[in-house]
T-cell receptor
Framework: DTEVTQTPKHLVMGMTNKKSLKCEQHMGHRAMYWYKQKAKKPPELMFVYSYEKLSINESVPSRFSPECPNSSLLNLHLHALQPEDSALYLC??????????????FGPGTRLLVL | EDQVTQSPEALRLQEGESSSLNCSYTVSGLRGLFWYRQDPGKGPEFLFT???AGEEKEKERLKATLTKKESFLHITAPKPEDSATYLC?????????????FGQGTTLQVKP
């Protein structure tokens, strides 16, 4: 099973709201990722968690706050977003392979609209 | 600088008309090259991982090949359901973070 689940599928929020995106995997993967994808563009890496520790933050604005409560769950907390943050937010996971290629498996995404 | 370039940007085929998508890369040491398929509004679906030059992998009508500078995704006798955006990505050899460098994608449309 190579399934990554994400909730909600769609989210509409105002610029003063606080919301959270959730991601879950049960493949025993020890690396989890958040990506942002705009229309007709490839996914853009935001954060990487490795063994539940934040290992990469690609200079993402502080209005996006990631959290990894355990090895199966990943959250993205959203606060005071801007309309330009509207996008498809993707979660992915991979097995940690020291020295080897790590295949990432993506979830279906959360379509976010900021009004 | 590590870079991935995909061509063409868009491709229109008739059903049954075979063709190839190209992914050229420059990376300081290749750990792996990945192909994904993405339907509109959905997450990328994993297709193949290629590790070293000369490697080939097949799945139904798709075949991926790898050289030291590029990868090809060959589509044999495509069907309308193969219409999607195909993304190529590489992982750098020195990276221990799993970070992917994506190309811009090739949007394939197969007409019946």
């Amino acid at each position: 099973d190579t399934e990554v689940t994400q909730t909600p599928k769609h989210l509409v929020m105002g610029m003063t709201n606080k919301k959270s995106l959730k991601c879950e995997q049960h493949m025993g993967h020890r690396a989890m990722y958040w990506y942002k994808q705009k229309a007709k563009k490839p996914p853009e890496l935001m954060f990487v968690y490795s063994y539940e520790k934040l290992s990469i933050n690609e200079s993402v604005p502080s209005r996006f706050s990631p959290e990894c409560p355990n090895s199966s769950l990943l959250n993205l907390h959203l606060h005071a977003l801007q309309p330009e943050d509207s996008a498809l937010y993707l979660c992915a996971s991979s097995q940690r392979e020291m020295g080897g290629a790590e295949t990432q498996y993506f979830g279906p995404g959360t379509r976010l609209l900021v009004l | 600088e590590d870079q991935v370039t995909q061509s063409p940007e868009a491709l229109r085929l008739q059903e049954g008309e075979s063709s190839s998508l190209n992914c050229s890369y420059t990376v300081s040491g290749l750990r792996g090259l990945f192909w994904y398929r993405q339907d509109p509004g959905k997450g990328p679906e994993f297709l193949f991982t290629l590790y070293s030059a000369g490697e080939e992998k097949e799945k139904e009508r798709l075949k991926a090949t790898l050289t030291k500078k590029e990868s090809f995704l060959h589509i044999t006798a495509p069907k309308p359901e193969d219409s999607a955006t195909y993304l190529c990505a590489v992982q750098q050899g020195s990276s221990n973070t799993g970070k992917l460098i994506f190309g811009q994608g090739t949007t394939l449309q197969v007409k019946p």
